[in-house]
């Protein structure tokens, strides 16, 4: 039988105040979630190396929004009431709201150097669309709509930090849902109670449900008729009985120090499948119950897949200021960053993370207002971008890559070799560079790895190029969401023009 998550915040703050970094920490740790690695149950993913870095970074952001100094930025407060929430969960009734949105994620992206990906602001912005359109869940059978706003309601109350499995497992792509092997390898409903129903089986991957409050569990894939019994929206506390999170390797577990992976220690937020073992949820956790057209629609016919990837963007622009940065200190440090070929190269890149950019600001400017007054991100603007970064990410890494030559192979093992006084000495003779230390060099270079090279880089790229959903799949809402009507009215034009005879 599930327990309502022994509170998803043990530690509340007091009433009014925003959640700190510690009460994220204390609410998650030991909680009773069945996080699974190296063949072992984690009790504690707060302090196992493997996970510790990463569940700090996530409490810094905790802290960032909750320090006064932050909180215009960071948070806000609806019309109806004077406690402060975090900005994230506001469903924007103007642009000035959705460029608020913009500013709120775009500080915690700064903090993480747009490295994380799903940091409680994405899946936030889902919830914030689900609940900008309560009606369309309205179903006669039972109070969907209802669940909404209430769920919405109680993670603003609680700063949720929510992750979502919305793709299923890849196992067989040329079946439907409910053809596999087995219909209950991919997470569906095997049981419906008069409290709630049970769901059995997988979910291909969730970022960050080891870090996370909730999991969000849907699915982004057409599903085919008879595939009803996949075609729900259900939110599921982490630590629910029968919920197992395997999480992929960690490339944060055996660094050493981040002196050598400043990265991959500090940023890893942990990819897992997720396993449904007859996994109670409780009627007012369902947004969505065995309707197909509901399951597909709350992506498009809500502002939820909108608000999710703006956030999705501005992290990712951060993260290519990032990427800038480093390989302007890279150019710096080689002493090339004067010459004019290494300039153009800068230059590409530059242009590359400044059309990424801009394209927040077109989502904001071409934003169109619906029938209820809720904001909507331009579509348009929003897939283009989406659309062109599986071209652009491997085009300014392979830029990087190529102005780095070999310095960010040769680099001494580990930090451990400052720590022999003969060897320090051949390192600050031989690999420093223009009064810069070797130490500091070095610190440079290999964060520079770090985002280039290492396993933790190479989970980047894959990240990148399907976090948003395959690229096939996002150019096909490209489609849906371009004006071809406009387009072709273009060519009917010169069809229509009077003809102009010359002979
Ligand atoms: C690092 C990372 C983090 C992720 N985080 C999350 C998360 O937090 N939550 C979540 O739910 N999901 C997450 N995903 C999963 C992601 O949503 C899926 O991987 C993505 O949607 C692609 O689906 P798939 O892997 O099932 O690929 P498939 O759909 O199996 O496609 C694989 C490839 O086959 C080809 N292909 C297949 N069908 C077609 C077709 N009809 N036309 C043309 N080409 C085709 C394409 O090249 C495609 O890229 C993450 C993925 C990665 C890599």
């Not at 890893?268 to 197909?292: A, G, K, M, Q, T």
């Not at 990148?464 to 849906?480: D, P, V």
Request: hydrophobic letters at 40%.
């Amino acid at each position: 039988m599930h327990k309502e998550k022994s509170g998803t915040n043990p530690t509340p703050a007091a009433s009014g105040q925003m959640r700190t970094g510690a009460q994220y920490l204390a609410s998650i740790k030991a909680d009773g979630r069945h996080v699974y690695m190296d063949g072992e149950l984690i009790k504690d993913v707060t302090s196992h190396p493997a996970f510790v870095g990463a569940a700090n970074s996530i409490a810094s952001l905790y802290d960032l929004a909750a320090d006064p100094k932050n909180e215009e930025i960071m948070t806000f407060k609806p019309a109806n009431g004077d406690a402060r929430y975090l900005r994230c969960f506001q469903v924007p009734k103007s642009i000035d709201d959705l460029k608020g949105r913009h500013l709120m994620s775009e500080k915690w992206a700064e903090a993480t150097c747009g490295l994380m990906g799903r940091t409680p602001d994405h899946v936030a912005g889902f919830l914030a669309g689900y609940a900008a359109c309560p009606d369309f869940f309205a179903q006669p059978d039972r109070a969907y709509a209802k669940n909404v706003l209430q769920f919405h309601q109680k993670a603003m109350e609680n700063s949720l930090y929510i992750a979502y499995a919305i793709v299923p497992p890849q196992i067989d792509r040329s079946k439907s849902a409910h053809e596999q092997s087995d219909p209950t390898l991919y997470a569906g409903v095997v049981t419906e109670r008069d409290d709630g129903i049970v769901i059995r089986g997988a979910q291909q991957l969730a970022t960050g449900a080891v870090f996370a409050d909730y999991v969000y569990l849907s699915c982004i894939h057409p599903l085919a008729p008879g595939d009803e019994n996949y075609a729900n929206g259900v939110m599921v506390p982490t630590n629910a009985p029968g919920l197992k999170i395997y999480s992929r390797r960690s490339f944060a577990r055996d660094i050493g120090s981040t002196f050598d992976y400043p990265l991959s220690g500090r940023f890893d937020e942990i990819d897992s499948l997720v396993v449904f073992d007859d996994v109670f949820v409780p009627w007012e956790d369902v947004f969505i119950y065995r309707n197909r057209d509901l399951c597909w629609n709350q992506w498009w016919k809500t502002p939820s897949h909108s608000y999710g990837n703006h956030q999705a963007q501005v992290r990712y622009s951060t993260k290519l200021k990032f990427l800038l940065g480093l390989t302007q200190r890279l150019n710096e440090l080689t002493g090339n960053a004067g010459k004019p070929p290494v300039q153009i190269q800068m230059g590409e890149m530059a242009a590359m993370a400044t059309i990424v950019d801009s394209m927040i600001t077109a989502q904001e400017a071409k934003a169109t207002m619906d029938e209820n007054g809720v904001v909507w991100p331009d579509k348009a603007s929003l897939y283009a971008v989406m659309a062109l970064q599986s071209q652009i990410n491997p085009k300014m890494i392979d830029i990087a890559r190529e102005l780095s030559g070999g310095s960010m192979i040769m680099l001494p093992s580990s930090y451990l070799d400052y720590r022999n006084p003969d060897i320090a000495k051949d390192l600050e003779r031989y690999i420093s560079s223009n009064g810069v230390s070797s130490k500091d060099r070095v610190a440079i270079l290999k964060m520079a790895w770090d985002m280039i090279g290492t396993e933790f880089a190479g989970r980047h790229q894959q990240y990148e190029k399907f976090y948003g959903g395959a690229s096939f799949l996002i150019k096909q809402n490209m489609y849906r969401a371009y004006d071809f009507k406009h387009a072709t009215a273009l060519v009917d034009h010169i069809l229509e023009l009077p003809p102009v005879e010359q002979h």
